[in-house]
């Protein structure tokens, strides 16, 4: 099984890209992870047709047998970073590579909330492609810089809690197949 794991934040000392680097270094036997730098995708433009970077980010959506998405909270939504690469991989419309397929959704912020209005609009867009938004409890990180030192995620509770929702979500996929 491979996930496709992408971070909605692009700094070098993203927090969300901590908690990713933490799940993909413990997920579970048998599972592999690919990641992709969405940052190297262009505005979204339909003039542009179809270049080989979009079409490289849709090949690999469609090739995972999941995803996971970490992100961060910007003005209470989803980074424009993320929105643009969602935009992208959207088309055509309710046919495109997000259909059916499988999404864990995870949230870091600065703040107490740990990006909970974020991932609620992400959900909801993901629906409207007909992914299969993986129904679970949260997986939130609030105060998320406090636990990232050096670029490393650590927080006892909070890495438990991921390691059930990734072992929930392997699961979930490996049942539907
Ligand atoms: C443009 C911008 C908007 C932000 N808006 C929110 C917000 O709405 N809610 C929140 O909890 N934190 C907000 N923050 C703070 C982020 O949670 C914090 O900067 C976090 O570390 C960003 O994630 P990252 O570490 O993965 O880059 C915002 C930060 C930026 C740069």
Redesign the pocket.
Known sequence: MNLLCL???L?S?????AVLDHIVGHLPDGVSATRFDIGSLPHYNADLGAPEIVEAFKAAVEAADGLVIVT?????SVPGVLKNAIDWASRPAYASVFKDKPVLVAS????A?G?V??QAHLKYMLNGMLARVFPWQEVIVPH??QKVKDGVFSDAVTEAFIGQAIAAFVDSIGAGR
């Open positions: 971070s909605g934040s700094r000392a993203s927090s969300s890209r961060p909270e910007y003005n209470y870091t912020s600065g703040g909330l990006g209005r974020a998320a810089n």
